[in-house]
């Protein structure tokens, strides 16, 4: 089956009884999740809780092993499944910028798109131009990444991520390793982002954000997705007692 027939009525994503281990410690233990096209899905969840493994099972970045994951109705668990080209639909942006240092900001927009979207260099640039826009750093294309703050990397990040064009964007703490002053400004992009319809998968302490701007809020705990609700619903009146006691310590 050719990997472009995409269902649009198909979640953007599918997760089905996941199962990760890593050697004997079991993290994630049969997590069930569906995200449908638009939405904007929050995770929070104490430190060690599987977060990070849920997100990099997504995109394959961890190999699950058991359950199934669906993206936009293709299961990416199947060996014939093309991975790669799934791969190109999903954005990710992680704690750290990982931004290429030796290259500037147009560099670094530009690289996967020549090498993976086989874009031309005229082309490649101009989107690169477009996201950098997009994110409010068009005076920053020359620039270096060493030269940003913490805030503008992430916003590189970002635009990067968007310049593949994918269909839906991960999150893992985007926020969670700036300086206080710059939260916000990465903030206000990833919520132009869901304003204009984004699927985002957002793993996040922010909870302000989570709030405002999620269509749903998870809360994880020792591999189980413990509440799934209206973010409303899950901060204000949490059902469970491992949420509660999250809750009374981050709030
Ligand atoms: P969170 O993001 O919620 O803090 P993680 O998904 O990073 O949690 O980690 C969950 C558990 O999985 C932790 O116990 C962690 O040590 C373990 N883990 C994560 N990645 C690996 C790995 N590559 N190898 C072994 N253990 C890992
Ligand atoms: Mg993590």
Do not use: W
């Amino acid at each position: 089956m050719s990997t472009d027939l995409i269902d649009i009525h198909a979640p953007a994503i599918e997760i089905q009884s996941l199962v990760k281990t890593f050697g004997e410690n079991e993290v994630l233990k049969g997590i069930d999740l569906t995200v449908m096209p638009g939405e904007v899905v929050c995770v929070i969840g104490p430190s060690g809780s599987g977060k990070s493994t849920l997100l990099r099972s997504v995109n394959l970045l961890e190999e699950p092993t058991g359950g199934r994951i669906l993206i936009e109705g293709i299961d990416v668990t199947d060996p014939e499944t093309d991975i790669d080209r799934v791969r190109t639909r999903i954005g990710m942006v992680f704690q750290g910028f990982n931004l290429f240092p030796h290259l500037d900001v147009l560099g670094n927009l530009t690289v996967a798109q020549r090498r993976v979207k086989k874009r031309s260099k005229a082309e490649a640039e101009k989107i690169g131009h477009e996201m950098l826009e997009r994110v409010g750093l068009a005076h920053k294309a020359d620039a270096y990444p060493g030269h940003l703050s913490g805030g503008q990397q992430q916003r590189v990040a970002i635009a990067r991520a968007l310049c593949m064009k994918p269909d839906m964007m991960l999150f893992d703490e985007p926020t969670s390793a700036l300086d206080p002053e710059l939260v916000g400004e990465v903030l206000q992009v990833m919520r132009d982002l869901a304003d204009e319809g984004m699927t985002m998968l957002v793993v996040t302490h922010e909870m302000g954000f989570a709030r405002e701007v999620g269509s749903r809020l998870i809360f994880m705990d020792g591999g189980h997705i413990v509440e799934d609700g209206d973010p409303r619903e899950v901060l204000g009146n949490p059902q469970h007692q491992r949420t509660q006691d999250f809750l009374s310590r981050v709030l």
